[in-house]
């Protein structure tokens, strides 16, 4: 009687186990496939632009030589992990294991060292260099906490990863995406930063002869007659964003575009204004680099007056919250 009864149970567990093992797909795995928490074992594609060849990290890993390379080592541990979260955010935010696109330029990888593709990133041996031997010890340690305190932490805005971009210095008013890439993200708003003001990039100036401005911006635009005419022909401002910045400027008879206009002269941002010398003319900027989203300095700024990571990350990215990539 007892093998019956036993033979009876098995049956009936045969009879549910088999169909939902037949709707799974087979799947005996105890649990969907995805990183713990701790992040062991998840690692990224990275295209190593100065050594043209792609190379598997972990991802923690690769978030140290990020942070390593885009943020200044002596910076407040607190910037450092909002560094951290950050670069972590924009890193995943590719990565194809999360739904990400990967690289455009490098299809095998995930993301791009070049600064221009993606964020930079340095190994051990650049950094020895970037800080000298006696430092590197110092500041690796102090950048590995900083990732390793926030460790999986990425900023989200409705369930979705951000595009968590940064610069080095606002000069005082961060920038509207939609200004610059006609692109409106509802986390990344022009918003006042007054903490960058220490930074050595604040201010800035280029000098060039009419001749070198002439072949800068290309002869169409008639820089050398412009000049002959007078001061007034020579450069004029048609637009400003919100923020101050010169979004549209005509610089002898052509206009172009203040982006543009950065990216020929090499200027530190699109926040300039100008002035002649003699036959010099100088362009004076304030703030370094496009101005949306994080100011780097003004992160330092925040957390030298006492303010945490968690803090600095939700007022540059307004309306976002954090979250752990690797699960709840």
Known sequence: MRWIISGIVLLGLLLIVI?????????????????????????????????????????????????????????????????????????????????????????????????????AWLGEQALKKKWGTLNYHRYWSKISRAVEETGGMVLTYKGEMINALFHST?????????EIWGQQIPYLKSIPCPWDQKSPRYKG?????????????????????????GSNELVNV???????????????????????????????????TWRLDGDKIIFATTGYGHGVGMSQYGANGMAKEGKGYKEILLYFYQGTELANVYGS
């Open 19 to 119: 169909p939902a093992l037949m709707v799974r797909g087979w799947d005996f795995r105890s649990s969907p496939s995805r990183p713990a928490k701790t992040g062991d074992g998840v690692m990224i594609t990275v295209y190593l632009h100065d050594q043209g060849k792609s190379m598997d990290m972990n991802l923690e890993e690769y978030v140290k030589g990020v942070v390593a390379a885009e943020m200044p080592a002596e910076f407040d541990l607190e910037a450092l992990k909002a560094q951290a979260v950050a670069g972590r955010t924009y890193a995943a935010r590719h990565m194809r294991m999360y739904g990400g696109a990967g690289s455009p330029q490098h299809p095998e990888a995930d993301i791009s060292t070049d600064p221009r593709e993606g964020q």
């Open 170 to 178: 606002s000069g005082g008013q961060t920038e509207d995406p939609g």
């Open 205 to 229: 100036e280029r000098e060039f002869s009419i001749g070198e401005l002439a072949d800068l911006v290309g002869p169409e635009a008639g820089v050398v007659t412009a000049a002959q005419n």
């Open 238 to 272: 048609v637009e400003k964003t919100a923020s101050g910045r010169v979004k549209k400027v005509r610089i002898g008879s052509k206009i172009f575009e203040g982006t543009a206009v950065r990216e020929k002269l090499g200027l530190y941002s699109t926040n300039f």
